[in-house]
């Protein structure tokens, strides 16, 4: 079986998630784990507040005192990941050596498209001509060949079967799941 990258929370100390982000960056390039852990993510979301009538935007994490971290579950990954300063364990362990439970693809979705990105990392992950399935929107459940992808606004042409004949259709990357 072919081990896949998947998303697990990683608990840290609160207040300490950018600094957590950027140390598993640094040990996963330093260690040579490029091919087991991939990407880190600390969600945010923007909150407008009026104080003394004067609007400001403010950067909330969305999971204070957590970190996400995309990776292929091995041995040594884990290591890495909870050896790294700042991290105090990872969520969905019963601890005792047990390696933690995956986050569902809904769920890792849903928190990815509030960042703006996709479980699919587009510039490695995606080719012209990958088969994909749409996953969100009024072409939701049909399969489809990638024909082109335009990273600058984060969409996709997608040819799709229609009534018999073959289709473009644009969709953001963010609607699509990869066969």
Same mark, same amino acid.
Do not use: C
């Given at each position: 079986?072919?081990?896949?990258?998947?998303?697990?929370?990683? =608990? @840290?100390?609160?207040?300490? +998630?950018?600094?957590? #982000?950027?140390?598993?960056?640094? $040990?996963?390039?330093?260690?040579?784990?490029? &091919?087991?852990?991939? %990407?880190?993510?600390?969600? +945010?979301?923007?909150?407008?507040?009026?104080?003394? *009538?004067?609007?400001?935007?403010? @950067?909330?994490?969305?999971?204070?005192?957590?970190? !996400?971290?995309e990776?292929?579950?091995?041995?040594? /990954?884990?290591?890495?990941? %909870?050896?790294?300063? *700042?991290?105090?364990?990872f969520? *969905?362990s019963?601890?005792?050596? /047990?390696?933690?439970?995956?986050?569902?693809?809904?769920?890792?979705? %849903?928190? !990815? /498209?509030?960042? *703006?990105?996709? $479980?699919? &990392?587009?510039? @490695? &992950? !995606? =080719?012209?001509?990958?088969?994909?399935?749409?996953?969100?929107?009024?072409?939701?459940?049909?399969?489809?060949?990638?024909?082109?992808? &335009?990273?600058? =606004?984060? #969409?996709?042409?997608? !040819?799709?079967?229609?009534?018999g004949?073959? @289709?473009?259709?644009?969709?953001?990357?963010?609607?699509?799941?990869?066969?």
């Amino acid at each position: 079986m072919e081990e896949q990258k998947l998303w697990y929370v990683v =608990n @840290t100390y609160s207040g300490h +998630e950018s600094k957590v #982000k950027e140390n598993l960056l640094m $040990r996963t390039e330093s260690m040579g784990m490029e &091919d087991n852990i991939f %990407r880190v993510i600390v969600p +945010e979301t923007k909150e407008v507040e009026i104080k003394d *009538g004067v609007k400001k935007e403010k @950067t909330k994490k969305m999971f204070p005192g957590y970190v !996400l971290v995309e990776m292929v579950m091995s041995d040594e /990954a884990w290591y890495v990941v %909870r050896n790294t300063p *700042g991290v105090t364990g990872f969520i *969905g362990s019963s601890g005792k050596g /047990a390696k933690p439970t995956p986050l569902l693809p809904q769920e890792i979705d %849903r928190i !990815l /498209a509030s960042e *703006g990105l996709s $479980r699919i &990392d587009v510039e @490695t &992950d !995606l =080719n012209e001509g990958d088969s994909v399935t749409i996953i969100d929107g009024p072409f939701k459940g049909m399969y489809g060949k990638v024909q082109t992808i &335009d990273l600058d =606004n984060q #969409k996709l042409n997608v !040819l799709i079967d229609l009534f018999g004949q073959e @289709t473009p259709v644009e969709v953001d990357i963010v609607q699509i799941s990869k066969n």
